[in-house]
């Protein structure tokens, strides 16, 4: 026997009903679990010295991109200039964007109530959605432009335009500017759709065109001021010399991990690529997407934080299940596995408290990194009022060959409280441009972006002087490039030909084996 579905008079207070009472629940979780991670007050330190007046930097002595999300840097640089307090504008954005993502989820894109209802509550119980909700980092815009895209494409399925088409060109820029390898998730559907439209080759190519200008323009504005096209973390994290085939070994791993911890998400995203490709041309480019990305993770080792790389892919697969026609047998099935999947992370959702402390168990150096931070007193509600104070940003820089130079590693919260005036080295390399470019040491084990480096010898001297004392020959002719890219005139010729030289892979060959074996003294005893 078949209900009757309730009229539009019964069904619309229902579900505005119901929508609220989702928002007042995850709200109610957001404060719960709302954390600042030290990667994301990596990036805080750059919007102080932005909002101040240095320019996007790390380290106001030299130009060099230490973030990944220009998009998500820009917006907490603005919000910034308002509340002055850039933890305060990195966890207001991220609480407004995880609700817009919520709503759109429940009132926009799903197919019915019941649907949207489930979906809304699966967002809820996904350990890793929650974790990186908050955190300080790009999530929560990359799962609301993720949200946003599917619309615009279901907007484009309907009635195919230029315009429509190049909205949708103009969300891959987005998403590279909000992280450039969420790229991937986007791509497929964006040509898949607009090639298959029949709008004609010069209006296609006009579309993607107009689309693809925040690309185009960041790209060329990072080779102007940056010198290189990609964030400095890029060159630390890839290409690191390790087997590609350990480096997958460990991106395996790290979705292991997630099911250990967080079953509910991998679980979704199955459900979601499986609905896909059931469906029509829009779900199933979306799904290869989905796949596509996950590819790359695995392919680039994963990650150091659990679930993190998987919550954009998850958003997308939730919208999938929400899109679908799904019914009976099928949709019991997935609300009994995302229900019995979802109580395995109560403790560390819902039920989470002032003293969460999941993060306790690693796995092939993967980590809960929300439990490390929440349990160190870095949770909204475990010591908020002195770990989210207002950094003092004095004004007065000590002159050239009086810089204070410090290494620190833990790089965001170890950095952000020494100001402008402090040169911080990181022997990662995330925020170095130098160290970025030469080889790792050698471990036996190690961990997802976390490739320690050795310090050149009298390298600390030459930041502290501002001249070139390094002993090595070829890492010497090295940074002689990177001080002319990262300190020069903007308009030199001579950095201008560095810039050539580096990005065409034609400056100078360090001894990788050197800095990857040997010891390398940190002076120099001459």
Known sequence: MVSTPPSTATAAPLRRTLLFALVLGYVFELIRTGWVGDDAVITLRTVMNFVHGYGPVFNVDERVQAYTHPLWFFLISGLTLVVKNPFYAALILSAVFSVGT?????????????????????????????????????????????????????????????????????????FYLCRPDLVLLCVPTALVLTLRAGLGGRCWLLAATVGALPFVLWTVFSVYYYGFPFPNTAYAKLGLGIPRGEVMGQGLLYLFDSLGRDPLTLATVVAGVAVGFRAGRLEKSLAAGILLYIFYTIYVGGDFMSGRFLTTPFVASLALVALSD??????????????????LSLQSTWLSSNDFTGGKRQIAYVADERGNYYASGRGVLTGARLGYRTPHWQADLPKKGERTVEVRGRLGYNSLHLGPGVHVVDPIGLSDPLLARLAPKHVKEWRPGHAGRQIPTNYLQSIRTGQNLLVDGATRELYRDLLLITRGELHDSRRWGAILRLNLGRGAKVDDPMYRYEEIPLESTD
């Open 102 to 174: 919520l709503v759109l989820l429940f009132s926009r894109v799903a197919s019915s109530l019941t649907l949207g209802t489930l979906a809304a509550l699966t967002l809820m119980l996904s350990k890793a959605f929650v974790d990186y909700s908050t955190s300080g980092l790009e999530n929560p815009l990359s799962h609301f432009l993720t949200i946003s895209f599917v619309l615009c494409a279901v907007a484009f399925r309907q009635t195919p335009t230029g315009t429509k088409a190049a909205v949708l060109f103009g969300f891959c820029s987005l």
């Open 326 to 343: 799904l019914g009976g047998a099928r949709l019991r099935v997935f609300a009994c596995a995302a229900g019995a999947f979802g109580i």
